[in-house]
């Protein structure tokens, strides 16, 4: 089922990425309390003046890495 899901999603942001004028990729650095970071890469699609988030993944980082 996760699979499916994800194929969908997958397809999904195809689609928006194809259908929009614009987009824009940001990726952001996060810390949790348990001081765990993690690195979250969204596509931004705009559509009829409308954004529209997409994640695409969301990874941790190596303890050896930092800022």
């Not at 987009?23 to 954004?51: A, G, M, N, P, Q």
């Amino acid at each position: 089922m996760v699979k499916y899901l994800a194929l969908v999603e997958k397809e999904d942001l195809k689609e928006s990425v194809k259908n929009s004028r614009f987009i824009s990729l940001s990726i952001y650095k996060v810390t949790t309390v348990d001081s765990t970071s993690w690195v979250c890469i969204h596509v931004y699609t705009f559509i009829e003046h409308v954004r529209k988030p997409h994640l695409l993944t969301i990874n941790r980082m190596k303890e050896s890495c930092n800022s």
